[in-house]
C-alpha cells in the first residue's frame, strides 16, 4: 500500500505560481512512477506530468514550458511547479504512482491516488 497526500493548492490570478507537493508514504514508495493529473468540472482526467525513479520527466503539451515537476527521493516526495498559470488549468490536481512510467498518460493505470487538491486561476 501506498499513501498519497497532496497540498499546495489554491486560488491565483491568471500569470501567477503555485508549487504543489505529494508525500508519499508506505511499502517502497520511492521506488514507484509518480505522475500528476488534473480535473476539471465535467471534464476527464487529464494526464499532466510524471517522473521516473530516475527523475525523468514527461509533460502534457498544455503544460510544458510552464510546469515543472520534481521529486525529493530523501523525502519521499514529488512537487509540481506552475507558472504562468491561466484560468484553463483550473481543476483538481490529483497525484498517482504506479511501477512503470510507460505509458504515462492512461489515469486506468495508475494504482494508488491522493485526494486532490484544488487549484483555481482568475483572470
Known amino acids: 500500500q501506498v499513501q498519497l497526500v497532496e497540498s499546495g493548492g489554491g486560488s491565483v490570478q491568471s500569470g501567477g505560481s503555485l508549487r504543489l507537493s505529494c508525500a508519499a508514504s508506505?511499502?517502497?514508495?520511492?521506488?514507484?512512477?509518480m505522475g500528476w493529473f488534473r480535473q476539471a468540472p465535467g471534464k476527464e482526467r487529464q494526464a499532466v506530468a510524471s517522473?521516473?525513479?530516475?527523475?525523468?520527466?514527461t509533460y502534457a503539451d498544455s503544460v510544458r514550458g510552464r510546469f515543472t515537476m520534481s521529486q525529493e527521493k530523501d523525502e519521499d516526495t514529488v512537487h509540481l511547479q506552475m507558472n504562468s498559470l491561466q484560468p484553463e488549468d483550473t481543476a483538481t490536481y490529483y497525484c498517482?504512482?504506479?511501477?512503470?512510467?510507460?505509458?504515462?498518460?492512461?489515469?486506468?493505470?495508475?494504482?494508488?491516488w491522493g485526494q486532490g487538491t484544488q487549484v483555481t486561476v482568475s483572470s
Open positions: 517522473i521516473t525513479t530516475q527523475g525523468s520527466t
Open positions: 508506505g511499502s517502497a514508495s520511492s521506488s514507484w512512477c
Open positions: 498517482a504512482a504506479k511501477v512503470f512510467c510507460v505509458p504515462w498518460a492512461n489515469a486506468g493505470d495508475y494504482t494508488y
